[in-house]
């Protein structure tokens, strides 16, 4: 069936630095891939979203590729900062319901 | 600023007890899901419905739980006898489904139940 496989966490990473968050799908169409983020004690919100192949979304300066040929809508942003210390789930849309990763914890330390 | 308001934002009651927690999803969206959040179990989808009709409840232990729209603007979960393992952050998220699939979902503060 149609799924989504996140990196584990925690990620810990000094602020700064490069940060990827790896997501793979296996879904039968071209489902919309979307990375959603829960900052501590919050509830969820949507960080960005591709609708097909080649598509980049990008938010906050994290951006995701998404690729077919792949099956891959990694998360990538160049330099964190603390403040984007959170938990990432990467998720499908997947005949109209929403598919979801298991959630990376990602820390930032100054 | 269109919003998903769920209340109570908190809540604590005794094993047994009857909990109804509401959602109030954004106006014209025509999805709702109800989701529950734990440390062990994290993110679960418990039900979801499609213009007010329940779609998938697969995930909800029936005897004891249950979810309605009563009409467009309210949907409810509720969980009767409530239980100590009923404890999480429950999520409620509303959505536009339409020809090219799920567009963002928006989601509410959740509600924090704990059973004792």
């Known amino acids: 069936g149609d799924s989504v496989t996140q990196m584990e966490g925690p990620v810990t990473l000094s602020e700064e630095a490069f940060l990827t968050i790896n997501c793979t799908y296996t879904?039968?169409?071209?489902?919309?891939l979307f990375w959603y983020v829960q900052y501590p004690g919050e509830g969820l919100q949507l960080l960005l979203k591709?609708?097909?192949a080649d598509d980049k979304g990008s938010n906050k300066g994290f951006e995701a590729t998404y690729r077919k040929e792949t099956t891959s809508f990694h998360l990538e942003k160049g330099s964190v900062q603390v403040s984007d210390s959170a938990v990432y789930f990467c998720?499908?849309?997947?005949?109209?319901?929403?598919?979801w990763g298991a959630g990376t914890k990602l820390i930032i330390k100054p | 600023d269109a919003r998903v308001t769920q209340t109570p934002r908190d809540k604590v009651t005794e094993m047994g007890q009857e909990v109804t927690m509401r959602c109030q999803p954004i106006?014209?969206?025509?999805?709702v899901f109800w989701y529950r959040q734990t440390m062990m179990q994290g993110l679960e989808l418990l039900a979801y419905?499609?213009?007010?009709?329940?779609?998938?409840d697969s995930g909800m232990p029936k005897d004891r739980f249950s979810a309605e729209m009563p009409d467009a603007t309210l949907a409810t979960l509720k969980i009767q006898p409530s239980e100590p393992r009923d404890s999480a952050v429950y999520f409620c998220?509303?959505?536009?489904?339409?020809?090219?699939?799920?567009?963002?979902?928006?989601f509410g503060q959740g509600t924090r139940l704990t059973v004792v």
């Open positions: 998220a509303s959505a536009v489904a339409a020809g090219e699939g799920v567009s963002e979902a928006f």
């Open positions: 106006l014209g969206h025509n999805t």
């Open positions: 419905f499609r213009n007010r009709a329940p779609l998938d």
């Open positions: 879904a039968t169409g071209y489902p919309s």
């Open positions: 591709a609708t097909k």
């Open positions: 998720v499908m849309d997947s005949n109209y319901q929403l598919i």
